[in-house]
């Protein structure tokens, strides 16, 4: 009984987060499709927690290896993906404001 | 505090996670606050992750006790993969940043694998059947996506060539992989308790992820990063099922879900279905249909010194560039002609073609980078209804998006959006040869009476036109 129901609720929980996704993301404008593909692809790095999980429970070889590559693994899509999204969006700026009152107007 | 309300905590934590990963996401919505919103979602991991290593550290010991190999193991393999991930992150050219994501998306899907492949082998008996399935396709999902993204980086960064690779029969062996990975599965899932047949179903899919990405010409690899990203996510989501932990569930069903919202929205721009990028080949017979229009009209070949004193002289210019400006790296070269332009009282703008560059968005990211202050760039229904009040659009590498064969019907193109450069009352075509584009057919614009073609590489084209205007 109460599996059956953790199962729903996790069912309930994966299917309004799918949800959620489609939301949130057909409201962004084109021009930031590559960053938030590269923001999107960071957050599944959540594997991690994952990865650390099976890692504390590794009592064999083949089971400590598999830990290892999956944190090694999970860890680099965060790292990465967070560092590189951020490069990207930090070039999303106006011009300096010294050169250039001219074409900085409130086009909408 | 004893475990169980640490437990309830951290539980309540993952969940602020998940929240800031959401919020994050919306905050991306505007190039204004878009910075930030990844700044949060990665508060949110660094807060999600924390809080499991606190966790993990209070979780009263079993009779093994503390498993001071496993934590041995964490730390090196986030020193490992943090380290790489910032060195590559902080490294990488921006036109390089494709391939990037896709090889942070292949390790992102092989550690999901391995947490499945992990979890499968310390089982003594057949799985509850939620868990069996979750585990299954956490196997299968995470080795393809894996395999894929390793490919697709591969070829983004020429290390694998990227047109089209035909093995001959590889439909076949594409179809024999995906049978053996359907009929392993449903063996596992019929209650079968078997690691063979778990390591057959592994190499299969492993081997689809290949074969399945190499026949994909380099043009599609966005869509194809695209739709891997959104695997990665579902299999995330699916470890989280084997795991029982939501914040991954949540995590992952996001990312699943953006990307196949992404996917299908890169598609829609470049006019072709998902499932005819993924069966691969751009229509074959289709495109003889495409042979319509200007066949064997002369075009006009214009030098240096002439586009420098149009491009000099015009007031409205506006600057289309496309992949060619990508390969070629030229987005500082094209700023360099503008600021140029700009100080002789020129009015220069971008237009953006939504899948200009190597992927959507990519063309503003290369521009940016390159200090083009962003309210040049205008999207193409801004831009286009501008291109008739333009002197001079000046099209550098771009080809098929400017074809205005796309508004008849019955050429490959068809449908697609394109941005109305023959509106504009004189055109210069950068590129370097009359090459076809993508589609495969002529270009109209190009024997155009109003249009003058450069043939030049991007960047050295458009130093000489810097050059020529300095001259002026």
Known sequence: MSDTEALLAAITVFVLAILVGFAVISKVPATLHTPLMSGANSIHGIVLVGAMFIAVEATTPISQLLSLVAVAFATMNVVGGYVVTDRMLQMFRKKPAAPAPKADGGEG | MDYETLFVIVRLIWLAGAALFVLGLMRMNSPATARNGNIQSAIGMAVAVGATAVLLLARPTGSEGFNAVGWLLIVIGIAIGGGLGLYTARTVKMTAMPQLVSLFNAVGGGAAALIAIDDYLKLAAAPSPQVNVATVLDIVIGSITFTGSLIASGKLMGRIPGKPI???????????????????????????????????????????????????????????????????????????????????????????????????????????????????????GDSVAGAVGAEGASVRELGIDDAAIQLAYAQHVIVVPGYGLAVAQAQHAVRELA??????????????????????????????????????????????????????????????????????????????PILD????????????????????????????????????DAKDGLAALTAAVKAL
């Open chain 2, 421 to 456: 450069v023959d509106h504009a009352k004189s055109i210069i075509v950068m590129k370097r040869s009359m090459g076809k584009g993508y589609a495969g057919i002529d270009n109209e614009l190009y024997t155009n009476a109003k249009t003058g073609m450069l043939f030049a």
């Open chain 2, 166 to 284: 035909l093995i001959p029969g590889g439909r076949i062996v594409t179809a024999g992989l995906a049978a053996i990975v359907a009929i392993g599965a449903i063996y596992l899932w019929a209650g079968n308790l078997s690691v063979p047949v778990v390591g057959v179903i592994l190499i299969a899919a492993l081997v689809f992820g290949v074969t399945m990405t190499l026949p994909i010409g380099g043009a599609d690899m966005p869509v194809v990063i695209s739709l891997l990203n959104s695997f990665t996510g579902t299999a995330v989501a699916m470890a989280g099922f084997v795991l029982n932990n939501v914040v991954l569930i949540i995590a992952g069903a996001l990312v699943g879900a953006s990307g196949a919202i992404l996917t299908k929205l890169m598609a829609d721009a470049m006019n072709r279905s998902v499932v005819n990028i993924m069966i691969g080949g751009f229509g074959g």
């Open chain 2, 339 to 416: 600021d140029l332009l700009e100080a002789r009282g020129v009015d220069v703008k971008y237009a953006i073609h939504p899948v200009a560059g190597r992927m959507p968005g990519h063309m503003n990211v290369l521009l940016a980078e390159a200090n083009v202050p962003y309210p040049q760039l205008k999207e193409m229904d801004d831009i286009n209804p501008e291109f008739e009040r333009a002197d001079v659009a000046l099209v550098i590498g771009a080809n098929d998006v400017t074809n205005p064969a796309a508004r008849r019907a019955g050429t490959p193109v068809s449908g697609m």
